[in-house]
């Protein structure tokens, strides 16, 4: 996992590197969060109940304008659900458990910035994510040979900047991301089980030109 994401984490450093000598304001950064999440059941429109999470990141914003800007982040994402059911290789079905789903992600995102002074922002695009791992946490039992290692799927968010030097802001934002994959490798031909998960996260900002 620590070469995956140094690998990414290289390739941000590069896109923003190129970007700012060809178009001019980038900002780059970090941001930490926490999550809740859970799946749905699309045939039935049943969801599970919610797990805690935690999520960390590297984020580029390259700015076409004053308004407009491309995000590509780069997250470890603690996903999953709770009060699920398992059943092992004998048979047996155990009740109440939970699932946690360790997925890095890279959302790509374009960003509004509006207000007297453009630091508020909504972001809205796409998100793929491979999972890292996954563990039924009761009995800290592997289980990631059951899911698909790609997930992917919709991220909106919204948050304000507040400056605090000349080149680096402090931010908050509430980010949300809804999946259209199944995250199981083997399910009926008529229903999907897809992740959801609502973050609050904070962060630091710093622009060049």
Known sequence: MKKIF???AIILGCYSLTFAQQK???EFGANVGYNNSYVNETYSGNSSDF????????FVDSYFSNAWSLKVEVNYDQKGWGNGFYTD???TTYDGVNFKLNYITVPVLASWHFGYTNNWYVHFGPYVGFLMSAKETTDNIDVKQVFNTVDGGLDLGIGVKIPISNRAKIFFEYDGQAGVVNIFKNSDDYSNVENLRSSINAGINFSIH
Do not use: E, F, M
């Open 6 to 8: 140094t690998t990414l």
């Open 24 to 26: 001019g304001s980038v």
């Open 51 to 58: 797990i805690s999470g935690v999520n960390a990141g590297l």
């Open 89 to 91: 290789q004998n048979g």
